[in-house]
């Protein structure tokens, strides 16, 4: 028997997400991505970097204190810690929504306080750039670290025209996540469209490639590898949080 469905949601469903990694995108300012810019025109002064690297590109570099002075990596610091901020606290949401329901209000108010009051601290351990032309590509790889990202600073010439001509399913210069497992109902994948000031920021084990493009021109993006900690307990409780729950609930025992 066979049943027409009425797609509308009811006010009664309620869409659950607990699984698979957030992906934080923001956009670069102005001064960063000028200051990118400057960086990629003078790559010539910075240590190649594509032997430790996945991808077969014209030029990957490192971008170090050869490049960069302390003052002027101030600003791309700070992005690289907002973002890989951004992303723990939203990986944190998404793992307290999972459990927030099933547990005891007293445990339920420590970690929303919590939540609310962290202490993040962002170490940068790497960041190079990557130059490409076409037939240039990365294959699926990971990064190393906690937190990974990418910005974009350039794009070929005519992407837009490539993207646009191409078959039904336009793959060129794209960015292309990997993650789950293929089944109904699983998204698998996510593809990027690249746009100049775009950064993403994603945890470092995510797979992930970049597809190959034909037009002319270059393709200017500059990746990283982070880690965040946070100063003060999250989502655990400690043995000190148990005691005292503990504790509370034997002394309303007593009492009742």
């Known amino acids: 028997m066979h049943y027409v469905v ?22 670069m300012s102005n001064e960063v991505q000028a200051l990118m810019i400057d960086v990629f025109e003078r790559h010539n002064q910075a240590l190649d ?23 002027q990596a101030t600003p ?17 949401d998404i793992e307290w929504e999972s459990v927030r329901d099933a547990i005891t209000q007293p445990h339920r108010e420590i970690v929303e ?10 170490a940068v ?10 037939g240039d590509w990365n294959p699926m790889h990971k990064h190393t670290g906690m937190v990974s990202g990418v910005g974009y600073l350039k794009l070929p010439d005519d992407i837009e025209d490539e993207w646009q001509d191409g078959d039904h399913d336009p793959s060129a210069c794209m960015l292309q996540f990997l993650c789950g497992i293929p089944a109904e109902f699983n998204v698998q994948g996510m593809r990027v469209k690249p746009r100049v000031g775009d950064i993403y ?7 992930h490639e970049v597809y190959p493009f034909r037009s002319k021109g270059e393709r200017w993006s500059f990746s990283f590898n982070t880690s965040i900690t946070n100063l003060v307990p999250d989502i655990g409780l400690t043995p000190e949080d148990k005691l005292a729950l503990s504790q509370e609930r034997d002394e309303k025992r007593r009492r009742s």
């Open 6 to 27: 009425d797609s509308t949601p009811g006010e009664d469903v309620q869409v659950l997400r607990p699984f698979g990694p957030p992906i934080v995108k923001k956009t």
């Open 49 to 71: 970097n594509s032997y430790f690297l996945a991808g077969d590109l014209k030029r990957e570099f490192t971008i170090d204190a050869n490049v960069l002075t302390e003052e």
């Open 76 to 92: 791309l610091v700070q992005l690289l810690a907002s973002g890989s901020s951004e992303l723990y606290k939203a990986a944190k």
């Open 113 to 122: 306080t919590r939540l609310r009051d962290m202490q993040l601290s962002c």
């Open 125 to 134: 351990h790497s960041c190079w750039g990557n130059i490409s032309v076409a």
């Open 201 to 207: 920021f994603f945890p470092a084990w995510l797979q």
